[in-house]
């Protein structure tokens, strides 16, 4: 945002962003490559860094119970074999919200996918059901 600091950049951000969340399995939340986030969007690559690093930073000084699971936590993984940013602890930590599409799928977003997320931020995480059942019977 042009002429905003960063503090007050993020405040609009995090005023602006909510993050539906569509699938429970770990291994389907999109990743992407480092290097080519990189080549292609170099300044969305800094601001990411700066992000991850100051929400390592806040887990550090507000957290220390989860340093030991920062690095699953983080949105910068810098596998030396395969670094990739994960697009949704982006959300996560970027988002006013977080849910689910039905209440069941919001509960295990909570219990197990961010549970570490939900010790931080307990009230970010809600349930708007998409609506889909009530529309087919329709």
Not at 63 to 69: F, T
């Amino acid at each position: 945002m042009l002429g905003l600091g960063w503090d007050e950049a993020w405040d609009v951000t995090t005023r602006t962003i909510a993050y539906t969340n569509h699938t429970v399995l770990p291994e389907a939340l999109e990743k992407c490559s480092q290097a080519v986030m990189w080549k292609l969007l170099p300044h969305h690559m800094e601001i990411i860094e700066e992000i991850d690093k100051r929400f390592i930073a806040m887990i550090r000084s507000t957290k220390p119970e989860l340093e030991s699971k920062l690095s699953s936590m983080r949105i910068m993984d810098n596998n030396p074999q395969k670094p990739v940013v994960r697009m949704a602890n982006l959300c996560v930590v970027s988002s006013h919200t977080v849910n689910g599409v039905a209440q069941l799928h919001s509960d295990i977003l909570k219990s197990e996918l961010f549970a570490d997320y939900v010790s931080i931020w307990p009230k970010k995480f809600q349930n708007k059901t998409n609506g889909i059942t009530p529309r087919r019977w329709l």
